[in-house]
Every structure is written in C-alpha cells, then in structure tokens.
C-alpha cells in the first residue's frame, strides 16, 4: 500500500534485571527453607504447572523435582489451569507438553485429571472445589509467575494464590470462583477461597517468578505457606515495575503478530493494548489505541483464542485456527462470554490496513500512528511509522535501530515481519 507511512525498527532499552542462572537461584533458596528438614523419604509431593507460557517454567520444575527426588520423596506434576486445554484432561496434558513441560523433560510423572473434590465452604455459601489428585499427595509445591492480572486490580493478583483458587479447582472449581467474582470482585472471592484452601491442603511452599519486559526471568523467590499472602504482595509491587508496556500512550492502529493463552490469560496483556471487555473491570487509562489488529494464534493455544473480543480485526487464516468450543468453555467459565465474539476478518494484512485507516478517524494515512510488535510479552523490539518518529527521539528509553522504509508486503497482501 503505497499510501501508509514509512516504518522504522526500534529497541526498548530497560535497565532491568534478568537471572543468569535459575538452576543455582532455585537451588540456593531450597537450601535456604532447608528442604532436607521439611521433607520425609517416601513422601508424594505434588507441584503445579499452569497454561502460561513462561519462559523458565520446565528448569524450575526440573530442578524441585531433582532435590526432592535426591531426598527419597515421590514429586509429581498436576496440570493446575482451570478450564483450559478444552476443559479435558488429555488437553491440560497437551497444552504443557506445548510449553516443554513433559515427564521427560521435568523428571516426574505428570497426572492430570478434571475430577473435583469439595474441600469446604465459603462465607458466600458455595463449595470450594479442589482437584481430587491434589488431595492425594502428602505435600503440595505452587509454582507460578507473579504479574499484573489483565482484568482486575488488588494486592494479590495474578500469581500463586489465584493458581491455587482458580487453577487447582479445575474446570468446575474455576467455574464456581468465577461466578462468585461477578457480584463479589476478584479480591474478596480470592482471599476468602484462597483462605480456605491454605488451612485445608498441605502447601509446603510455593515459586514466585517475575518476568522482565524481554519475556525473560528477573526473580524468582521462594515463599513459605504461612507468609504466601504477603510475600506474594510484595512480588506483585515489584513485578508492576517491570511489566511489559509500549512506549506510546496513544496510537491509531497497533499491529499483533500473534495472540494466545501462552502470552497471557487473556490472549493479550490486557495492561499492555490498554483494553479490557469484561462488563465489570476497570478500562486502563492508558494507552488509547484506536484500531487493534492481530494476524495469528499461536500453536501453544490449541486453538483457545479467548481475548478476541478485544480485537478489532483479524486474520482469515487466525480465524481457520480458532477452535471455538475450547475458546467458549474458557470465556464462560471466567465469566466473559464477550472475550469470545469474533471481529470482522480478511484474507490480506494490507485489506485490514487499508479498513483500519478507514475507522481510524485519521484522514492522510501518511499521519497514521502505527506500531507493530510481535506480541504482547516480547515487547523489546518494535516496529513505528513516521509520524511517531519525534517522541522516539525525545525518548532516551528508545533506540532507533533501522531507516524508515517502506512497510514489507509479500506478493499475497500479507505483512513480512523480522524481530530481534
């Protein structure tokens, strides 16, 4: 399209920490809990993986399940996601083997099943309900990403305690804390079944991983089951002030190449594109983006493109990969059937441009403010047209990295990207 501005590369420069070693990390804080006192030789210890695609999940794991095998005990993974994978078992199974979470690559069996025990009662009159297989294990192990939640705002939000009243529960308990959160909010629901939970399963402790703007691991710190709830505040203040965000607060069409459950719960980092469609959350004051278009799904998401309904417009091809029933059970479960209506779609990139420009209330395309990234995780490098080539220059957290050129087409119509 010969009409839309030039686009030039840039690279976000954070001076953020980034781990070097997680194995020794993970190792020096088991010696540090003296996990050889807290273990007996025969026990069954069960640890949690979720759904999201973080980067040094498979090595932390790999290394718990090392010592604690070392020490005589029997670990075991539990898929702990709530509705995802399709709300299946052999789909919650899929969805880490996607992740590199696998028996082979972690060292331990991975047990995966839907069934739900109830464990208690809450103060609002409803069950807590708790994956049976977790209620089988002598020990139990929570190991999660500590981060901003992409549709609430509180002092825990998404991290190790929402993994164990959301996640452990499966697709009924999930189901049940999510209703609760429409009258209740997600602060109240989460503190009073998550109460529930830490007096009645044996939590020995849990891993807070705090990822940096590049997507990679800058903390990990070990919290023990007494102090979770405020150990996990204070890793959520500090996870806050490295979240991933872009540049700018206010742009015409932002371009995605990709979407998925691996990125975030809600396919985007509702905190990154600044929306939100749930009925009952807080809209993020910034950024203002006019027009979302996002190409394609990533494989990790089995076709669970929950969080579309943010999207302005997609892809043909993003939309072939759209497995609707997996997206369904997970949009009604978390109470958002509007993260799972389906936007206008194309079979050509340059189709959406052309439409974006047309709703953008832009009148020369030449004046469109747009930026492309790759995702909303890996947020370093990005690509801007011209007219944002000013606040690039003011800006000492940016760095141009290429000339302006012409924005790459294939002979298709379709956008050719190249990150890194």
């Known amino acids: 399209m010969e009409n839309l501005p030039k686009i030039f590369k840039i690279r976000q420069k954070i001076a953020i920490p980034q781990l070097e070693n997680i194995e020794k990390r993970v190792n020096e804080l088991l010696d540090q809990f003296e996990l050889s006192k807290k273990v007996k030789r025969g026990e069954r210890i069960g640890l949690t993986a979720g759904s999201r695609g973080i980067k040094d999940k498979p090595i932390v794991l790999k290394t718990i399940i090392d010592r604690l095998k070392e020490l005589g005990t029997s670990p075991v993974v539990f898929p702990c996601m709530g509705s995802h994978g399709g709300a299946t078992a052999q789909g919650q199974i899929?969805?880490?083997?996607?992740?590199?979470?696998?028996?082979?690559?972690?060292?331990?069996?991975?047990?995966?099943?839907?069934?739900?025990?109830?464990?208690?009662r809450t103060k609002f009159g409803t069950p807590v309900l708790i994956g049976r297989d977790l209620l089988k294990v002598d020990r139990i192990v929570v190991v999660n990403r500590v981060k901003p939640h992409t549709d609430f705002r509180g002092e825990n939000e998404s991290g190790m305690l929402k993994m164990m009243v959301i996640g452990m529960g499966k697709h009924q308990g999930a189901l049940m804390v999510h209703r609760l959160t429409v009258k209740h909010g997600f602060p109240a629901v989460i503190a009073e079944v998550g109460s529930i939970i830490r007096k009645k399963l044996p939590i020995l402790f849990g891993i807070g991983l705090i990822e940096n703007q590049y997507g990679k691991t800058a903390f990990i710190d070990l919290v023990k089951a007494e102090e979770l709830v405020q150990k996990e505040k204070a890793l959520l203040k500090k996870?806050?002030?490295?979240?991933?965000?872009?540049?700018?607060?206010?742009?015409?069409?932002?371009?995605?190449?990709?979407?998925?459950?691996?990125?975030s719960g809600a396919g985007m980092d509702t905190n990154v594109i600044g929306r939100r469609v749930f009925i009952w959350s807080q809209k993020p004051r910034k950024p203002k983006i006019t027009r979302i278009f996002v190409r394609d799904l990533t494989e990790e998401s089995h076709g669970n493109a929950t969080g579309i309904g943010m999207i302005d417009y997609i892809t043909k091809r993003l939309f072939d990969k759209i497995d609707y029933p997996s997206t369904a059970v997970n949009c009604l479960t978390g109470m958002g059937p509007e993260n799972g209506r389906v936007p206008i779609f194309f079979e050509k990139d340059e189709d959406v441009l052309s439409t974006a420009h047309d709703n953008s209330g832009v009148l020369n395309p030449k004046d469109l403010r747009i930026v492309w990234a790759k995702n909303t995780l890996e947020l370093e490098y990005l690509y801007a047209s011209e007219p944002l080539l000013k606040e690039v220059r003011s800006n000492p957290r940016l760095e141009i990295v290429s000339d302006p050129s012409d924005i790459p087409f294939d002979p298709n119509g379709n956008l050719v990207s190249t990150w890194g």
Do not use: C
């Open 94 to 120: 899929e969805v880490l083997e996607s992740l590199g979470i696998t028996e082979k690559s972690v060292g331990a069996p991975i047990i995966s099943s839907m069934d739900v025990v109830e464990i208690g």
């Open 239 to 263: 996870a806050k002030k490295i979240a991933p965000s872009l540049p700018f607060d206010q742009m015409d069409i932002l371009i995605l190449d990709e979407m998925g459950k691996n990125i």
